[in-house]
């Protein structure tokens, strides 16, 4: 009797425990730590420590996230990415992605029916990060308007989506390059250095010094004609203010609605220093515009000191460093014409 009740204690435990590792075994694994970052809002943000379902309006944002590795993850795109030749060979499958909005405004109906992990907005959509936020969504707001804002960008971004060491080698890169053009066009005297007007897609829209594009001029050894210019984004201007400013070089920017052939035969441009010489030129790339605060920017830079200063740095070296650009951060081989050189 003895034994057979010890086999019968022995037979109960032994089920105990098969029930408790049973129900151990199913049941929900307690929730990952949030990954916390602090965006260019300064807002502090709890990011899912595994993004696996990312959303923008905003075609910056969806360029990085491509150069850092996780373009397979994103799955709400600008409403005109269908017209990328930068998706169409570095994430082809973001040319059928849904459209949510755009760089100046966000539909957050349709950007919620994603479920996305992550959302990611230009800083000036600070509301509709709010309201997203209130619904639960991790939402990080960028401002990538001038060197250490890219930079900032670049690690904000990799920190968010797990992709930092990614982030790293793309901030190393830039920082390589922008020092490269820093040391090549240090010593120029101010006379060496041509007045730059930059047009937007209007030819009397220029940019101010709170953008990019002046921080490019700048540093590509030309001086901004709109530097007094320095709130805001783009301004518009009039044509005597810009007949004032007498450019030496006129750069359009990728985007512009009008050619530099066609602002040259316009006859109220033709006293400008720019015109008379025919120094007027675009922005090329027909994978993407250089001339916005893409990862792609830095090749904007390269080729705005190639086209003010050739002597210093030639397109050979521009296209070289443009191809080794694409193969390193998006795994695609580009030709000279991909290029617009």
Avoid at 142 to 161: C, H, N, S
Avoid at 179 to 197: F, G, I, N, W
Avoid at 238 to 247: A, F, I, K, M
């Amino acid at each position: 009797m003895i034994s057979n009740r010890k086999a019968m204690r022995a037979g109960a435990l032994l089920l105990s425990v098969i029930l408790v590792l049973g129900v151990a075994g199913c049941a929900t694994p307690p929730a990952q730590e949030a990954v916390e970052v602090v965006d260019q809002l300064g807002r502090t943000v709890k990011v899912p420590s595994k993004v696996e379902r990312i959303a923008s309006p905003y075609a910056i944002a969806n360029s990085l996230v491509i150069a850092l590795g996780a373009g397979d993850k994103i799955v709400g795109v600008e409403t005109y990415a269908k017209d990328s030749k930068l998706y169409a060979k570095a994430a082809p499958h973001l040319l059928e992605a849904p459209g949510i909005g755009s760089g100046r405004e966000l539909n957050i109906e349709e950007c919620l029916k994603l479920n996305p992990d992550l959302v990611i907005v230009p800083s000036r959509m600070k509301e509709a990060a709010e309201k997203l936020e209130a619904q639960g969504v991790a939402t990080i707001a960028i401002f990538p308007e001038d060197l250490d804002q890219m930079a900032d960008t670049f690690a904000l971004v990799g920190k968010a989506i797990g992709c930092e060491e990614r982030a790293n080698e793309l901030v190393n890169f830039y920082r390589e390059k922008t020092d490269m053009v820093k040391d090549l066009t240090a010593s120029l005297a101010e006379t060496d250095r041509p007045r730059v007007y930059l047009t937007s897609k209007d030819p009397l829209t220029t940019c101010t010094t709170e953008m990019y594009q002046h921080t490019m001029i700048e540093l590509a050894g030309g001086q901004n004609c709109s530097a007094e210019l320095d709130k805001g984004f783009w301004a518009q201007v009039s044509l005597e203010q810009v007949l004032t400013w007498n450019p030496d070089v006129i750069a359009l920017v990728q985007g512009a609605k009008f050619t530099p052939e066609e602002l040259m035969a316009d006859p109220k441009w033709q006293s400008i220093p720019a015109i008379k010489s025919g120094r007027v030129y675009q922005f090329p790339s027909n994978l993407e515009s250089w001339d916005y605060p893409t990862p792609g920017a830095v090749l904007g830079l390269l080729w705005l000191t190639s086209t003010l200063h050739p002597d210093l740095y030639g397109r050979t070296n521009l296209e070289g460093d443009a191809q080794a650009f694409y193969q390193q951060f998006y795994n695609i081989d580009v030709t000279a014409e991909e290029l617009g050189l």
